[in-house]
C-alpha cells in the first residue's frame, strides 16, 4: 500500500511519480455520501506549518508548551503567550493552502464534506473548505473566553477541555458520516483523538492517512501511509 522509503529519521519520504490509490480506499471514498474529516497538524506540514510533535521538527520538541499555550501560561505571562500567537499567526500568513487542501475542498463541492480540525490556521477556509469546527480554537479569531466579547485569543488553552456545545457538532457529524479521514494526528490529544472511535462504534468506515504510525491506527478499517498532499489529491482525483 504505501509508496514510500524510510527517511533520516525514520519518517517515510515519498518516491517521486504518481501516488497510487489503494483500491480498498478508493472504493470507499466513491460509494461515500457523507464524509467527515477529522485534520490535525500533519495536514499543514507541506504548507510550512511545522506539526507539534514529530522527532527534531515539532514545535513541542523545540518550545515549551506548559510556558506558551495553557491557562496557567496565560495568567503568569500574557505578553508571552500574546508573542507566541503572534508569531506562528505570521507564519500562517506567509502560507498558504497545499493541493491536499485544494482538494478536500473539490471534494466537498460534490458531495456533503465536514471538516472538523485541530489546527489554528485557516487554511482549509483559505483553499475553500467549510471548517465545522475548530476543536482548539482559531489564531484568527479573538472573543472572550467567558462572555465572548471580542478581546482574547481564541486559541483553547493546552489541557482545557473545549465548550460543550463545541464538542455536539463534530459528534454528531462523525455519527451521520459514512466515511471518517483521519489525516495528520498523532491522536494525543483528547477529547479529539476519541472522535474516530465514534465514529467506528457507529459503523462509519475510517481511514488514517499519515505517513507514521499513531496511536488510532490501530483502531482504523485503512492506514495509507502517505502524506497529506500527496495522498489527497491523488484519491480526489481517482474518484
Ligand atoms: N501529512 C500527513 N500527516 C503528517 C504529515 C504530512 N505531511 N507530516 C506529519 N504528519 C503526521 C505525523 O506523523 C503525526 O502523526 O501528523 C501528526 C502530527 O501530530 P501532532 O504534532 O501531535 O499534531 P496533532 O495531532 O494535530 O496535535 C494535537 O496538540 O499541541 C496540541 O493543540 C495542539 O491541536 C494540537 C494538538
Same mark, same amino acid.
Given at each position: 500500500?504505501?509508496?514510500?522509503?524510510?527517511? %533520516?529519521?525514520?519518517?517515510?519520504?515519498?518516491?517521486?511519480?504518481?501516488?497510487?490509490? @489503494?483500491? /480498498?480506499?478508493?472504493?470507499?471514498? $466513491?460509494?461515500? $455520501?457523507?464524509?467527515?474529516?477529522?485534520?490535525? %497538524?500533519?495536514?499543514?506540514?507541506?504548507?510550512?506549518?511545522?506539526?507539534?510533535? !514529530?522527532?527534531?521538527?515539532?514545535?513541542?520538541? $523545540?518550545? !515549551?508548551?506548559?510556558?506558551?499555550?495553557?491557562?496557567?501560561?496565560? /495568567?503568569?505571562?500574557? /505578553?508571552? +503567550?500574546?508573542?507566541?500567537?503572534?508569531?506562528?499567526?505570521?507564519?500562517? $500568513?506567509?502560507?498558504?493552502?497545499?493541493?491536499?487542501?485544494?482538494?478536500?475542498?473539490?471534494?466537498?463541492?460534490?458531495?456533503?464534506?465536514?471538516?472538523?480540525?485541530?489546527?489554528?490556521?485557516?487554511?482549509?477556509?483559505?483553499?475553500?473548505?467549510?471548517?465545522?469546527?475548530?476543536?482548539?480554537?482559531?489564531?484568527?479569531?479573538?472573543?472572550?473566553?467567558?462572555?465572548? #466579547?471580542?478581546?482574547?485569543?481564541?486559541?483553547?488553552?493546552?489541557?482545557?477541555? /473545549?465548550?460543550? @456545545?463545541?464538542?455536539?457538532? @463534530? +459528534?454528531?457529524?462523525?455519527?451521520?458520516?459514512?466515511?471518517?479521514?483521519? +489525516?495528520?494526528?498523532?491522536?494525543?490529544?483528547?477529547? #479529539?483523538?476519541?472522535?474516530?472511535?465514534?465514529?467506528?462504534?457507529?459503523?462509519?468506515?475510517?481511514?488514517?492517512?499519515? @505517513?507514521?504510525?499513531?496511536?488510532?491506527?490501530?483502531?482504523? !478499517?485503512?492506514?495509507?501511509?502517505?502524506? %497529506?498532499?500527496?495522498?489527497?489529491?491523488?484519491?480526489?482525483?481517482?474518484?
Amino acid at each position: 500500500m504505501t509508496s514510500n522509503v524510510a527517511g %533520516a529519521h525514520g519518517e517515510q519520504a515519498p518516491v517521486p511519480g504518481p501516488v497510487p490509490v @489503494p483500491e /480498498e480506499i478508493l472504493a470507499v471514498a $466513491r460509494a461515500a $455520501r457523507r464524509v467527515v474529516v477529522l485534520s490535525g %497538524a500533519g495536514m499543514s506540514d507541506e504548507s510550512g506549518v511545522p506539526t507539534f510533535r !514529530d522527532a527534531h521538527t515539532g514545535l513541542w520538541e $523545540r518550545f !515549551d508548551a506548559d510556558a506558551l499555550v495553557t491557562r496557567d501560561a496565560w /495568567e503568569e505571562d500574557p /505578553e508571552l +503567550v500574546w508573542g507566541w500567537h503572534w508569531w506562528l499567526a505570521r507564519l500562517v $500568513r506567509r502560507t498558504g493552502p497545499h493541493p491536499g487542501h485544494l482538494a478536500l475542498a473539490d471534494w466537498g463541492r460534490r458531495v456533503s464534506l465536514d471538516v472538523v480540525t485541530q489546527n489554528v490556521d485557516d487554511l482549509h477556509e483559505r483553499a475553500g473548505s467549510e471548517v465545522l469546527a475548530h476543536l482548539h480554537g482559531n489564531l484568527f479569531g479573538f472573543s472572550c473566553h467567558d462572555c465572548g #466579547a471580542p478581546h482574547e485569543l481564541t486559541v483553547e488553552p493546552l489541557g482545557e477541555d /473545549e465548550q460543550v @456545545p463545541a464538542r455536539i457538532a @463534530p +459528534v454528531d457529524a462523525m455519527l451521520a458520516a459514512d466515511l471518517c479521514l483521519v +489525516v495528520g494526528t498523532s491522536g494525543i490529544v483528547q477529547p #479529539a483523538g476519541s472522535l474516530p472511535d465514534i465514529a467506528r462504534g457507529h459503523g462509519v468506515t475510517v481511514v488514517e492517512i499519515n @505517513p507514521n504510525d499513531t496511536v488510532l491506527s490501530w483502531g482504523v !478499517d485503512h492506514i495509507w501511509r502517505e502524506t %497529506a498532499g500527496r495522498a489527497l489529491p491523488a484519491l480526489v482525483a481517482a474518484l
